[in-house]
């Protein structure tokens, strides 16, 4: 595990970062992916806490955010398999919220990466509205 957590580079955790709401979220299953872990897990360590998770570090996708995401990021039906319900979406402090959760190395690194990839975002998206703004 330890070669994949260092190919996991800034580039790829923005890839995974994705717009809905008008918020930027990552999907349990790319970070249970991440954290090596089955998506179930995931999603079983943070009903079990919760409390840990008010609706602005998470939050389920409506059928139509789903089907909106399905149509746009999946593409093989092998990937189609198995996603009979809508995926829950962490925010920024979600994720910094799972690595207390799943209390694993593994997730406390991953965590600290994904959030130094939403800050590096944030960063891009601030300067791109710079410019913008001045023309």
């Known amino acids: 595990m330890n070669n994949e ?3 996991i ?27 090596g872990v089955e998506t179930k897990v995931l999603n079983q360590a ?3 806490n919760i409390d840990r998770f008010p609706i602005d570090f998470m939050f389920q996708l ?3 955010e789903f089907e909106n995401w399905r149509s746009q990021f ?6 189609k398999m198995g996603l009979r319900r809508p995926p829950y979406a962490f925010t920024e402090q979600g994720v910094s919220m799972l690595s207390t959760v799943l209390k694993s190395d593994v997730a406390v690194d991953i965590s600290v990466k994904i959030i130094r990839a939403f ?3 944030r960063k891009m998206f601030s300067s791109n ?4 703004s001045h023309y």
């Open 119 to 121: 800050a590096e975002m």
């Open 74 to 79: 999946v593409t093989s039906n092998s990937d």
């Open 46 to 48: 943070v009903k079990r």
């Open 129 to 132: 509205s710079l410019l913008i």
């Open 62 to 64: 409506s059928q139509g």
């Open 5 to 7: 957590l260092q190919t």
């Open 9 to 35: 580079d800034n580039q790829n955790l923005q890839d995974k970062i994705h717009t809905i709401r008008g918020l930027q979220v990552m999907l349990d299953r790319d970070l249970a992916e991440l954290y």
